[in-house]
């Protein structure tokens, strides 16, 4: 039969006990800051869902008309073809506020 000197094999004991709870309370610790973190968020800006919308009617737009496509570059080529200014800011101003 051992005999105990100075009651060691308990003060292992109580060591051991003492980091079990340490190590319980940390991780209730860890687990409560993570219920308190922020979490992510994403938000779409009404330019991001426009912008989106504006596609979706591009790709459902009837397909480009390549002969009128071939007569504007010949015309341009030439220098026939002329800029109506006034049509072509009033193009720019109804572009802008169909945008906003």
Do not use: C
């Amino acid at each position: 039969m051992a005999i105990n000197i100075n009651n060691l094999s308990n003060t292992n004991q109580v060591k051991q006990q003492v980091q079990t709870k340490q190590q319980v309370s940390e991780n209730a610790n860890t687990s409560q800051q993570a219920k308190l973190a922020p979490r992510d968020s994403v938000s779409i800006t009404p330019q991001a869902k426009q912008m989106t919308e504006l596609q979706k009617k591009a790709a459902d737009s009837p397909v480009l008309n390549q002969k009128k496509i071939a007569e504007l570059k010949d015309a341009i080529a030439s220098g026939d073809y002329k800029v109506n200014p006034e049509k072509l800011a009033a193009s720019i101003a109804n572009f802008e506020f169909d945008l906003n």
